[in-house]
């Protein structure tokens, strides 16, 4: 059973960026697609990000110009450039397939936005 484990977050200013990892334990070509998602405060879980496995990527609006999502199947990892950062975007930030795995959550990374 391959885990993923999210790292990379941390307390940034509005307007700043950060750059969230994904590590799997194991090869992530096996995945087709894979998604970012994140949790707010007082909020459902939602997908942010998809990556296919033809390299297509999808975004939700309030993502869309900001965020990147990558990965290198040769490191194991999925990655989120997010740039442009906003209070909004406070949540708990999660990997998975998609559609998720509910056997893959992992703990997720923080990312608070505030000054």
């Known amino acids: 059973q391959v885990q993923l484990v999210e790292s990379g977050g941390g307390l940034v200013q509005p307007g700043g960026s950060l750059r969230l990892s994904c590590s799997a334990s194991g090869s992530i070509s096996r995945f087709d697609a894979m998604a970012w998602y994140r949790q707010a405060p007082g909020k459902q879980r939602e997908v942010i990000a998809i990556l296919t496995g033809g390299g297509r990527t999808i975004y939700e609006d309030s993502v869309k110009g900001r965020f990147t999502i990558s990965r290198d199947n040769a490191k194991n990892t999925l990655y989120l450039q997010m740039n442009s950062l906003k209070p909004e975007d406070t949540a708990v930030y999660f990997c998975?397939?998609?559609?998720?795995?509910?056997?893959?959550w992992g703990q997720g990374t923080q990312v608070p936005v505030s000054t």
């Open positions: 998975n397939a998609a559609p998720p795995d509910r056997s893959r």
